[in-house]
């Protein structure tokens, strides 16, 4: 390969390199948010936060898929990139941990609010209720006490 080709193609594979370090901040960024519209129980900045999330990595795949073909193209001796390449896998295992966080603290709400949801509806699931007869039923729905 000639030595102004491989120039170029350091340089793209530079460029891409970091743009997807800019993405991989901007997600990390965007995750931060959605732990706050979820500890804020904002629905429209949880919305938000999804769809951006949807498209940073939407971009994070394109500028893969470019960087794969540009070191498809560049020797395997070439180094000089390694340190950003693995800054950025860095980065998105960052962003893998919050991303974990974000969906234990939406699983735990989900749980609440299905259990909150059991015992409006009467169906409290695991033990059962006992009926005025006395027999256990698995699931009752609610029932006045008395009348008026």
Known sequence: MSQPLQHELDDALAAVLGDMQQAVTRLAQVLEAERG???????????????????????????????????????????????????????????????????????QRLNLVRQALAVLTGHAGEGGLYGRTGELHASLRSHALAAA
């Open 37 to 107: 519209a979820l500890d804020d129980g904002d629905s429209t900045a949880l919305d938000q936060a999804g769809a951006h999330k949807q498209a940073i990595l939407l971009q994070l795949e394109q500028l893969d898929a470019e960087r794969r073909q540009l070191a498809r193209e560049l020797p395997p001796a070439n180094s000089a990139l390694e340190p950003a390449w693995a800054g950025i896998v860095q980065s998105l295992r960052l962003c893998q941990q919050l991303n974990q966080r974000n969906g234990k603290a939406v699983n």
